[in-house]
């Protein structure tokens, strides 16, 4: 079975410039979250998706916005990149929505906002 | 409020010993389930192991198993026989069921684990 795949793995953007960032599930898991690494802030959560509806939200500017499509599949959109924004974004999987449900994240896409 | 403590920043181990990474966590949930994972040098966080709160007996997993002491809300992470491939960040992680919201992990700051030959 496909692991969580992440697209581009990597990326180097400009001040004011915006970026999409894409996220395929494991197949047959419909959750999608998204979380920002970075080495002063650590590891902080974004967003989830659940069928195609945002579920919950993290502490992040109105510039960090996702959504999810029919298939699962999520994109990620930072708009006004900001220096600040350089980071690991990481998506993470899961088949459900519980306490107890296992995570599994993909590669991560490493941007650089120049 | 949530929150997860890792005080370990770094640790050092030989190859082939045991090492325990230390975990401690703050809720108010009666459910919840903690996680560890392993980030090597390549990003990509890697699942370990899980642990729910009502769980009556410490999860294990292959080498990994974890010191689940729910009284000292501690939930420590121990990697029998180290090898050099561990060498990497771990993060413990927590998901409330309720007031957390159900897929927003909290993370720790992470120990980074160095395996010595």
């Known amino acids: 079975k496909a692991g969580v795949t992440q697209t581009p793995r990597y990326l180097i953007k400009t001040r004011g410039q915006q970026v999409t960032l894409s996220c395929s599930p494991i197949s047959g898991h419909r959750s999608v979250s998204w979380y920002q690494q970075t080495p002063g802030q650590g590891l902080q959560f974004l967003f989830e998706?659940?069928?195609?509806?945002?579920?919950n939200k993290g502490n992040f500017p109105g510039r960090f916005s996702g959504r999810q499509f029919s298939n699962s599949r999520s994109e990620m959109n930072v708009s006004t990149l900001e220096l600040g924004d350089s980071a690991l974004y990481l998506c993470?999987?899961?088949?459900?929505?519980?306490?107890?449900?296992?995570?599994?994240f993909g590669p991560g896409t490493r941007l650089l906002v120049l | 409020a949530q929150k997860i403590t890792q005080t370990q920043p770094g640790m050092f181990v030989q190859e082939k010993e045991a090492v325990t990474l230390d975990c401690t966590y703050d809720?108010?949930?009666?459910?919840?389930?903690l996680f560890w994972y392993k980030q090597p040098s390549s990003g990509e966080m890697i699942f370990l192991i899980y642990q729910g709160s009502y769980d009556e007996q410490n999860a294990t997993e292959g080498r990994y198993s974890l010191n689940f002491q729910k009284a000292r809300k501690s939930a420590n992470l121990v990697i029998s026989a180290s090898q050099l491939g561990d060498s990497a960040m771990y993060f413990c992680?927590?998901?409330?069921?309720?007031?957390?919201?159900?897929?927003?992990?909290?993370f720790g700051a992470g120990t980074r684990l160095a395996v010595h030959p």
């Open positions: 809720t108010s949930d009666q459910s919840y389930g």
């Open positions: 998706y659940f069928s195609e509806t945002q579920r």
């Open positions: 993470a999987s899961s088949l459900f929505r519980t306490a107890q449900e296992t995570q599994y």
């Open positions: 992680a927590m998901r409330e069921a309720f007031s957390g919201g159900y897929n927003k992990l909290i």
